[in-house]
């Protein structure tokens, strides 16, 4: 029964640490009342410019277009692109290739 009994904690542990991560998906979500489009239209946005999967995403300022933009790490055919959205206008800020060396 206390073996039950850990397992149940640990368990409710991990589910709660699960829906922690939930709540901050992404870096820079405080950013998100600044914000017209929101991460999933954003999103939208960036895999039409760039078809592939996801691998990162972030909410940032950063000069170009209002200031406050969506970069997202698509990866498609073994290559990864940074697709950067304004975040108030939806324009198609940045689609280009990664390079290796950078973060």
């Not at 992404?26 to 078809?51: D, F, I, M, N, S």
């Not at 970069?71 to 692109?81: K, Q, V, Y």
Request: aromatic fraction near 6%; charged fraction near 25%; hydrophobic fraction near 40%.
């Amino acid at each position: 029964m206390k073996y039950v009994k850990q397992l149940s904690v640990g368990t409710l542990a991990l589910l709660m640490l699960g829906n922690a991560s939930l709540a901050l998906a992404y870096k820079g979500e405080q950013y998100a009342k600044e914000a017209t489009l929101t991460l999933e239209q954003a999103r939208a946005v960036a895999v039409k410019a760039y078809p592939g999967d996801i691998l990162e995403e972030e909410l940032e300022h950063k000069l170009g277009g209002s200031g406050l933009r969506y970069s997202f790490d698509i990866r498609a055919n073994h290559l990864t692109h940074e697709v950067a959205i304004d975040a108030k206008s939806g324009k198609v800020l940045l689609n280009e290739r990664e390079n290796s060396n950078e973060d």
